[in-house]
């Protein structure tokens, strides 16, 4: 049995290199979500017009990594002080937010940006919603980082990201993807 996670944190190439290695997750999609606009493209995204948060949707087996564990790896990957805005990355479709898919999953995170609030000196301005749809982004955008590890972006964003995570959460890594 598995669950899922959605999450925006900044560019989902950047989100979905980060959550792929840990023991537990069976896929990661890339995606929109947050806005009003059916069936998203990504030049509309990225001009800002749908409302649609560039995000992620992790497929996990609970029995092997937690939510509270998949939270505690999207805070620790990006700035959730940050508003409308990631790295070089600035609009309202890089925020960061949670798109919770149950009362459990919105109760756990809303205590998680409780408890974070209190150890930054900025207010954490990421956004808790409900899920109501996921649109999957094209398709040359899903494995990104896999697909493209050489691109200049994807070195200078996504791969310290993806060695925060090898480093830090060491026992949450597929031993695959140490």
């Known amino acids: 049995m598995t669950e899922k ?11 979905e290199a980060a959550m792929k290695p840990l023991e537990g997750v069976e896929s990661v999609t890339s995606g929109y979500a947050g806005g009003d606009t059916e069936n998203p493209t ?9 409302g649609h948060a560039e995000v992620v949707q992790v497929t996990y087996d ?16 990006h700035n959730p002080t940050q508003l409308n805005r990631q790295g070089p990355d600035i609009g ?13 999953q919105r109760e756990l995170a809303t205590s998680y940006i409780d408890a974070l609030d209190a150890e930054y000196e900025a207010d954490v301005v990421t956004e808790l919603e409900p899920l109501e749809t996921f649109w999957r982004a094209e398709s040359y955008h899903q494995d990104y980082f896999e697909k493209n590890p050489s691109d200049a972006y994807c070195q200078m964003h996504a791969q310290p990201k993806i060695e ?3 480093e830090r959460f060491e026992t949450l890594v597929a031993e695959t993807n140490r």
């Open 92 to 104: 309202t479709q890089y925020r960061s937010i949670v798109l919770y898919h149950d009362d459990r």
């Open 42 to 50: 990504y030049e509309a995204v990225c001009r800002g017009e749908t």
């Open 164 to 166: 925060k995570v090898r």
């Open 62 to 77: 609970p029995d092997v990594i937690g939510y509270d564990d998949l939270l505690e790896v999207f805070f620790a990957t």
């Open 5 to 15: 996670a959605t999450f925006g944190g900044g560019c989902f190439w950047c989100t």
